[in-house]
Nanobody, 118 residues
Framework: QVQLVESGGGLVQPGGSLTLSCAAS????????MGWYRQAPGKRRELITT?????????AESVKGRFTISRNNTKTTVYLYLHMNSLKPEDTAVYSC??????????WGKGTPVTVSS
């Protein structure tokens, strides 16, 4: 089992920046890829970025050039970050991190809300 806890959400003005964090603990050696998803009110959940154990990253077109994913591994915890710049009102959503094993088993955090508004 892998436990994920997100933090860092909040209210930010358009054009501002915010960094989200996700701490993964438990059987972290089983993790192959981690990512950030978001779900805006009334919309489907959207995959926005992933990072593999090897450091390969992918981004959705909607966030490319504005968001950056990174990770930092310790012996007991994997820390996943989402650095968000040039935020827009349409970035408002609940952001969740996911960890996936090679066998595609997925673990989820509960999410952290981000509101972009003046």
């Amino acid at each position: 089992q892998v436990q994920l806890v997100e933090s860092g959400g909040g209210l930010v003005q358009p054009g501002g920046s915010l960094t989200l964090s996700c701490a993964a603990s438990g059987n972290i050696n089983s993790i192959y890829v981690m990512g950030w998803y978001r779900q805006a009110p009334g919309k489907r959940r959207e995959l926005i970025t992933t990072i593999t154990n090897g450091g390969n990253t992918n981004y959705a077109e909607s966030v490319k050039g504005r968001f950056t994913i990174s990770r930092n591994n310790t012996k007991t915890t994997v820390y996943l970050y989402l650095h968000m710049n040039s935020l827009k009102p349409e970035d408002t959503a609940v952001y969740s991190c996911q960890a996936r094993r090679v066998d595609s088993t997925a673990y989820w955090g509960k999410g952290t809300p981000v509101t972009v508004s003046s």
